[in-house]
């Protein structure tokens, strides 16, 4: 691992681009985790390389891959995506990679932030995180670029920026004990502008109700463009969702960005998720280390955690009511884009989906 850079992006003119903005390509890592993924990730691995097959046919897919794992996941994967052998606890790239920043004069650089498993020992998923840990720097490493050693406990999950000044992000995760516990409201919204080149910071309070990842707002909310944010609506007043979403919207209503617009709120429709059920929990061999993953555990799905790359949506199908109204919805925001819909259950069984396990390189 090269030294890290001792200034901040801020400080260096360079700034974290919005996904919307055209990429060189995507980074992915490939599911292996039995205690995580049934029957030893084969399905996982299957919904991987769905997702990845509908992102190589819009920009270069490059796949972190454990030694061990390299011809099974060869044997799945398009001819087009490129492996890596890259070791990893899990598979979730867009929180344990990178995040990369640019400048005005068309050059990058990566942050890598500090991970804990969505917690440490605190709540946090699993108890040993040192190979996550050392990805992002890996990552920036391949792509040749600069690095910047970021002192905050943060997952790419947990923040979205427009380009244009702004970010946004949830009390539920950022603010939560199990993360940065030694540092005010204030420091982390410092450490956000000066890691991530933002001048504002809009607060959404809690996440998808029911996430793992206390909160991320991937799962929630996201930008379409800049002054524009999807969220995830129900108008079901049982679902617990209900308050958290009205709360979020009431929120962004009063809100301007950092150049000053006032947010336009667009809803993506909740699905209506089963649990985990007793065939899809069975193939999971516990551990003891992982939080365990049972039938009848809930499941936080949610529309707004698609995933942007060059003239693509490729958003998550979750619930057959609902996945139509969703797509359309989304090629009503995206005209410009193409919007696939591909499976997203599978990995939703392992807390997430396709924004969580995608990570963009920017174009320069
Ligand atoms: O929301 C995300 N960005 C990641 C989900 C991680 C789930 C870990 N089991």
Redo the contacts with the bound molecule.
Sequence with gaps: MTDSLSSTPLADGFAMPAEFAPHEGTWMLWPHRAD?WREQGGPAQQAYAEMAAAIVAAEPVRMGVRGSQIESARALLPASVEIVELDSD?A?M??VGPTFVTNADGERRGVDWQFNA?GGHEGG?YPNWDLDMQVAAQVIGLEGDERYSAPLIL????IHVDGEGTCLTTEECLLNANRNPSMTREQIEGHLCDYLGVEKVLWLGAGTFG???DG?V??LACFIRPGVVALTWTDDTSHPQHAISHDARARLETMTDARGRSIQVELLPMPTLAPMSEAEAAGIIASGEV?PRLAGDELAGSYV?FYTCNGRIVAPLLDERTDDEAMAKLAELFPEREVVGVPGREILL????V??ITQQIPAV
């Design positions: 995580t899990d979730w867009r929180d969505w998923l997952e790419g999950g947990s996430d793992e990842t991320h991937d799962n939080l955690n392992g807390g997430g989906n924004h969580c």
